[in-house]
């Protein structure tokens, strides 16, 4: 179960082990272990895309027409199972003709945004502009964002958000000037045994990846010092955003909105 641990803050991984592990345990022997493990694992891949594809569409319904979105971290093929969540409301909102562009933030300090979802945009054409995460309250403030659209690593049962660091600071920005926050994610990141976001553990990391440029990402010869030797750094990995600043959940089970204690144990019931 070490690999179900790697990941506290996200539940989908512990999720997707258990799923497999229970799909192995009446096997005899380890070669049948192994060939079910991979059926199954094939199986939540296949199913994961055709979530995502749903959510794709239910949310894609919800954008204004003809904006532009604001969206954060990498929420594209690369982290999904091949079609993404926020990242598969554009696809799929740029294939009807509602999304003008999208502004990514640079997502640091791993830089997701800048080396993962700006190059997927780019391979579907869709115009993306890179924005440094401190720009996103001037870009806000301007009228330039039509909606911001974001994944999720864990939802508690209140509809409180675990999700990469910056996400409360979006949320609260699209709260102050009435932008709709929609939260994209499978109903395999609802995690109904968590009352509320004060329970999810929050993983932190190496404080080298805020000091030095490139650190966990780059080949070796390409790490870079940002800051002077000796410098503490505070790296966490996720923030909370707390239910009240979440406009939706979209899910590929339907939209769940506030209250979210009713909304989002009815999702997980159709689901079933």
């Not at 039509?146 to 990469?164: E, F, L, M, T, Y």
């Not at 994209?184 to 030095?212: F, M, N, W, Y």
């Amino acid at each position: 179960m070490r690999l179900a641990q790697a990941r506290p803050t996200a539940v989908n991984l512990r999720w997707a082990v258990e799923r497999v592990l229970l799909a192995v345990r009446e096997q005899a022997t380890v070669p049948e272990m192994q060939r079910t493990a991979l059926v199954e694992a094939h199986r939540i891949h296949q199913e994961d895309e055709e979530a995502n594809r749903r959510i794709g569409r239910l949310g894609a319904d919800l954008l204004p027409d003809g904006c532009w979105v604001l969206t954060h971290c990498n929420t594209g093929a690369l982290a999904t199972g091949g079609w993404g969540t926020a990242l598969g409301v554009i696809r799929t909102g740029w294939a009807m003709g509602k999304v003008r562009g999208v502004y990514a933030t640079e997502t640091r300090p791993l830089l997701q945004g800048a080396r993962l979802t700006s190059w997927a945009l780019l391979q579907e054409g869709i115009p993306v502009t890179l924005i440094v995460d401190s720009a996103v309250g001037a870009l806000v403030h301007q009228g330039k964002v039509g909606a911001i659209v974001v994944g999720a690593d864990r939802i508690a049962r209140n509809g409180d958000v675990a999700n990469k660091i910056g996400t409360y600071t979006l949320a609260v920005l699209a709260h102050r000037h009435g932008i709709p926050f929609y939260v994209c994610a499978p109903t395999s990141t609802i995690d109904l045994s968590t009352p509320s976001g004060k329970a999810i553990p929050i993983e932190e990391r190496s404080p080298q990846e805020v000091t030095h440029m490139g650190w966990g990402w780059a080949p070796e010869g390409q790490i870079h010092p940002l800051a002077p030797p000796g410098v503490s750094a505070w790296n966490p990995a996720f923030d909370i955003t707390p239910s009240d600043l979440v406009t939706a959940v979209i899910t590929e089970a339907g939209v769940a909105r506030p209250p979210y204690e009713q909304s989002l144990p009815a999702l997980l019931g159709k689901r079933r």
